[in-house]
């Protein structure tokens, strides 16, 4: 039944989405900033510094109260995407530039995990609601494998760059599929 509803769905894929981005944040840009010759501490910093990025998720909901939900998570997906993307370009001569582009998407998808999980909150009927917050949480399993499995075949061909632009590109499309598909009384 959870598969049938593409409210449902989109909700699912929203929330897959913002759970890939910070599945790579924490594990490839630490990794990144080693590999570019940098410190440990480096790596922790970024991280660090991208998880200060939740903090925005205080003027988040009233943004998407005057705005519309649709509108700021399209924005917040697309300006990650952006952000992605220039990781990508600069990842492999410019980790430390890479790293700091990495933080501020983080800045986009924080607003993201303030905001994502209302499509599904208003999608789902209330006397479904357990049943299907247990169909909808598998985005959990399903980021922490699938952008694995991809990565692994993209650092073979390109490295960091590829996962890299994966990421982004999965991103923007979530991006577009907002903007298309979330109800606009949203």
Request: charge should be positive; glycine fraction near 8%; avoid cysteine.
């Amino acid at each position: 039944r959870f598969v049938a509803q593409p409210r449902l769905r989109l909700a699912w894929a929203i929330a897959f989405a913002r759970s890939a981005f910070w599945v790579t944040f924490f594990v490839y840009i630490p990794i990144l900033m080693v590999e570019g010759g940098l410190s440990e501490t480096a790596g922790g910093l970024a991280v660090a510094a991208g998880n200060l990025m939740l903090l925005n998720n205080v003027v988040t909901r009233r943004l998407a109260d005057r705005l519309s939900l649709r509108l700021v998570l399209g924005a917040a997906f697309l300006g990650a995407a952006a952000l992605v993307l220039l990781v990508a370009g600069l990842s492999l001569r410019h980790p430390a530039a890479a790293g700091v582009a990495m933080v501020a998407a983080a800045f986009f998808v924080a607003m993201i995990d303030g905001l994502g999980p209302v499509p599904f909150l208003r999608a789902v009927r209330a006397r479904e609601r357990a049943e299907m917050t247990t169909v909808y949480r598998t985005y959990l399993d399903a980021s922490e494998l699938l952008p694995q499995i991809a990565y692994f075949f993209l650092f073979l061909a390109f490295g960091f760059p590829g996962a890299f632009a994966a990421l982004a590109l999965l991103l923007a499309a979530m991006g577009a599929l907002t903007l298309r598909y979330l109800p606009r009384g949203m």
